[in-house]
Structure formats: C-alpha cells, structure tokens
C-alpha cells in the first residue's frame, strides 16, 4: 500500500485556477468512488473539502471541485484567494481491510 | 457538534509504549456507521492513517504498522486510543484522531498532540 502521489507544489495568481492531480492504482483511487480532498493550513488540523470524488460538506464554497477518470482523481480550486495557500492532501478507501490512503501533499501557493 | 480533542505523554522514551486517547465529546463512539481513526504526521511532511476502529469494536490497521499498533475504545468514557509499542524516534509526530463517515470521508478531527521519541 503506498502513498498516492501528488505534485509537491503549484502556484497561481489570485482569481485564476489551480488543478492538484492525485495518482493512485486500481486498488485505491481507481477502484472505487471514494477520494477525499483535505486542506491544511500550517500549524492547524486537516479540513476536509471534498469527498466522494466530487461531493462538497456544507460550508465549504463551489470554487473546491472534484473530478476522477482512472486511477487520477484532481482537485481544481477557481477564483483562488489568499486563504487558499495551504497543503492539500488528498485520501483515497483502499479496499482490503477497510484501509485508507493519503497523498503525499501538495503546497499551492497564491503569488 | 462532535468534537474530538487528543490527549496523552508529549515525551515518550525509545523502545516503550506510545499511549495516546481521544475524548468524543457532543455525540458517540457508539454511534452506528462511523469509523474512529488516528492519523498522524511526521515534521514537515504529510499525513499518514495509522488504523481505525469501527462503532462496533472492529479495528483496521495500516499494514506497514499493524503489528505494532492497537486502537481500543472504552464506550463508557466515550473515548478511544491508540496504543503503539516499541517505539522509536520515527514514531515522533503530530498525532491526529477523527471520526471518518465511511470511505475516508474524515470529517471531524482533534486538534492534534505532539509526541516526541527520545531519551
């Protein structure tokens, strides 16, 4: 079972948008619908902001989305704001045993 | 709503036992349909699910941590833990418990305990 894999950086100007890719196996990310996004600003606990792929918890604005196609599931964030500077991890069920798996995180940055 | 706060040694000596619990406060470990998670993440890098414990006493581990890892719940105290044996300094990070809603949906979390390994 090893870490899904996503891009350790990305970088936008406010109001553009920003895609964080999150790249597993059919044993995970491609296996089933259940990929969760988490935000994570320094020093504080993971937010989660999506799951199920593509659902939103309430509170949580339009401009998080998700999507997957194979074993890649992506996270876009439109109009980005200062706020959004954070590390994203994204988490997927891994099937036996009921286990889960995290990406390894990935820092966007609003220039 | 739910709130989970973690508590436990921050200091902890190589080779013994790492003890760590999560107080459930404003809902229950017995509530039908959730899975009670410890999750963890070492300095600067990213988060990494150590196992869970489902409402029904069943628990799950990683497996590159399953044999030194065990999560128990005590219903009457609404709590659960965390119980890592033999620990080493690979052991020192922010330690994390949430209620996952089935899936990997973690959708309440603690605020996280700091456990350092050493002598």
Known sequence: QSALTQPRSVSASPGQSVSISCTGTSSDVGGYNYVSWYQQHPGKAPKLIIYDVTRRPSGVPPRFSGSKSGSTASLTISGLQADDEADYYCCSYAGSDSSRVFGGGTRVTVL | ?119
């Open chain 2, 1 to 119: 709503q739910v709130q989970l706060q973690e508590s436990g040694p921050g200091l902890v000596s190589p080779s013994q036992t790492l003890s760590l619990t999560c107080t459930v406060s404003g809902g229950s470990v017995n509530s039908a349909g959730f899975y009670w998670s410890w999750i963890r993440q070492h300095p600067g890098e990213g988060l990494e699910w150590i196992g869970h414990i489902y409402y029904n006493g069943r628990s799950f581990y990683s497996p590159s941590l399953k044999s030194r890892v065990s999560i128990s719940v005590d219903t009457s105290k609404n709590q659960f833990s965390l119980r890592f044996t033999s620990v080493t300094a690979a052991e020192t990070a922010v330690y994390y418990c949430a209620r996952d809603r089935g899936g990997g949906q973690l959708d309440v979390w603690g605020q996280g305990t700091t456990v350092i390994v050493s002598s």
